[in-house]
């Protein structure tokens, strides 16, 4: 009997100390009234940043507005916030700094870049040296595409020239549009457009109120009516007129817009392989293309229409190329950018407006900052 009473005490004196010690406890933990005005902070863990800036931030950005900031043969042309032409390597380093006199107005393409004399108004191009490649003549001149720059000569016709200057094609009335897929635009007297190929044979009449440039040998083109079909290269319709809205080809596939606004894809046969159900989309590239649903939010979907990037808080799409993509979200103040892989992972910090580059030989030009001065850096997928 003594004993159990012994381990009866017992019991209860390790009774009350559990008590004490939980009432300490409850006394020591922070009050969970909804009322309270203090706040516990539990810091976020850092974004890793998997692709790391090349370069220092740089007083550097693309040729605005037709500049893109594409690297080519490793130079990106670009100018810096006086307006100085410069042309910068993977490192940011400046290794041709332009003439003075000329503006750059556009990115390398076929060799060499458009620029403008400031005392004359003309137009020609430059070798990546800074030599000039293309005397400064002409009063308009585009950027090269397929072999040929559209131009306008001092007569005030219009046609196109090589990469060295040599006169390929002259005698026009209008401008004439960059070529693609050997093929461009002209127009008549009405503003209607047709297409010309690059030397010279009208591939389809002056019929269309506006159009899209060849790619796969098919244009989407908008008739008078103001519906939209596709035709070939020598002016045949391969699907019928149908679509509120259509743009041309990427990939195979082409976006098309039905009467409720919902925009799918077709392929060069004219067949409806995506049915119409985005609220907007931008065109395929390394297999993949951004689709918007109706809250403006961004996936990703392949060519056999499975969404294989979730829709996310993103509102700004790119397409992607080198395997990347610029993704982003819009604010009052600026963009906040960043790139994704095609598995959707984000693999830079989002420190990027919209008008950022794409990823070329491993490299981007990434933009920062517009107002009151340039800020860019280069960045690049092997400095990991």
């Known amino acids: 009997m003594k004993k159990l009473k012994s381990t009866l005490v017992l019991a209860l004196i390790l009774t009350l100390c559990v008590a004490v010690l939980a009432s300490c406890s409850a006394n020591n933990t922070p009050s969970a009234d909804p009322n309270a005005t203090e706040d516990i902070t539990i810091p976020s863990p850092p ?19 037709t500049g893109v900031g594409d690297f080519v043969n490793g130079l990106v042309a670009g100018s810096n916030t006086a307006g100085r032409g410069q042309f910068i390597d993977y490192a940011g380093a400046v290794v041709i700094e332009v003439a003075e006199n000329y503006s750059l107005q556009g990115d390398f393409r076929d060799g060499v870049v458009r620029a403008k004399d400031n005392a004359t108004g003309l137009y020609g191009f430059l070798s990546p040296d800074g030599t000039v490649a293309v005397p400064f003549e002409y009063p308009y001149a585009a950027d090269f595409s397929d072999g040929y720059s559209s131009v306008e000569f001092a ?66 083109v908008q008739n008078q009516d103001g519906k939209w079909g596709f035709i070939d290269w020598i002016g045949r319709a391969v699907t019928d007129f149908i679509y509120d809205g259509a743009v041309g080809f990427s990939e195979g596939l082409a976006a098309v817009q039905d009467s409720s606004g919902k925009w799918g894809f077709i392929n060069t046969s004219g067949k409806l392989t995506i049915p119409c159900q985005y609220a907007n989309v931008r065109s395929f590239s390394d297999g993949l293309c951004a689709v918007f ?5 961004v996936g990703y979907i392949s060519k056999s229409g499975k969404l294989v990037i ?28 960043g790139y994704i892989d095609t598995a959707g992972k984000l693999k830079t910090k989002t420190d990027y407006l919209r008008v950022s580059g794409q990823f070329h030989e491993g490299h981007a030009l990434a933009v920062k900052s517009v107002d009151g001065g340039y800020v860019s850096v280069v960045l690049a997928t092997d400095a990991e």
Not at 53 to 65: G, I, Q, R, V, Y
Not at 293 to 297: A, P, V
Request: aromatic share 12%.
């Open 155 to 220: 007569d005030g016709s219009f046609g196109f020239i090589a990469p060295n200057g040599d006169v390929a094609l002259s005698g026009f009335a209008s401008a004439l549009g960059t070529p693609h897929g050997g093929y461009a635009t002209f127009t008549n007297a009405s503003g209607l457009y047709g297409f010309i190929s690059t030397d010279g044979i009208v591939a389809a009449d002056t019929i269309y109120q506006r159009v899209y440039d060849y790619s796969d040998n098919v244009a989407a």
């Open 47 to 65: 974004v890793k940043q998997e692709i790391e800036p090349s370069s220092a931030e740089l007083d550097f950005a693309p040729n605005f507005p």
């Open 310 to 337: 979730s829709y996310t808080k993103y509102t700004i799409a790119g397409d992607f190329s080198d395997g990347l993509a610029l993704v982003g979200t819009e604010s009052k103040s600026n963009d906040k950018c």
């Open 293 to 297: 649903n109706d809250d403006g939010k």
